[in-house]
C-alpha cells in the first residue's frame, strides 16, 4: 500500500509561483505511474499532470503546458509541482495519485490507485 501527503500549498498572488511536493511511502512508489490532479469548488476533479516512474516521460493538460512541470525524485520517494505564473483560475484543491499502469497518456480520475488528501492552493488576483 502507498501513502501519500502533499504539501506546499498556500495563497499567492496572480504571475506569482508555488512548489508543491508529494511525500510518499511504500515499496511501490517508485516503480508506479505518478499524476497530479486538482478540484476547483463546485468541479470535478481534473488531470493536471503525468509522470512515468523512471521520470523519462511527462504529460499534462492543455490548461496548464508550459506553466506547471512535474517531476519525482525516487531517492526520497517525493513528487513535484512546479507551479509557474499562477493564475486566479488555477484555485484548487491538489491532490497526487499512483497509478499501477503505464504512462500512455492523460490520466484518469476513476484509475487512479491511491490518493492523497491533497493541498489547498488560492490565487488572488
Known amino acids: 500500500q502507498v501513502q501519500l501527503v502533499e504539501s506546499g500549498g498556500g495563497v499567492v498572488q496572480a504571475g506569482g509561483s508555488l512548489r508543491l511536493s508529494c511525500a510518499g511511502s511504500?515499496?511501490?512508489?517508485?516503480?508506479?505511474?505518478m499524476g497530479w490532479f486538482r478540484q476547483a469548488p463546485g468541479k470535478e476533479r481534473d488531470f493536471i499532470a503525468g509522470?512515468?516512474?523512471?521520470?523519462?516521460?511527462?504529460n499534462y493538460a492543455d490548461s496548464v503546458k508550459g506553466r506547471f512541470t512535474i517531476s519525482r525524485d525516487n531517492n526520497k520517494n517525493t513528487l513535484y509541482l512546479q507551479m509557474n505564473s499562477l493564475k486566479p483560475e488555477d484555485t484548487a484543491v491538489y491532490y497526487c495519485?499512483?497509478?499501477?499502469?503505464?504512462?500512455?497518456?492523460?490520466?484518469?480520475?476513476?484509475?487512479?490507485?491511491?490518493w492523497g488528501k491533497g493541498t489547498l492552493v488560492t490565487v488572488s488576483s
Open positions: 495519485a499512483t497509478d499501477h499502469r503505464p504512462l500512455l497518456g492523460p490520466l484518469n480520475v476513476d484509475g487512479m490507485d491511491y
Open positions: 511504500g515499496r511501490t512508489f517508485s516503480s508506479s505511474t
Open positions: 509522470i512515468s516512474w523512471s521520470g523519462g516521460s511527462t
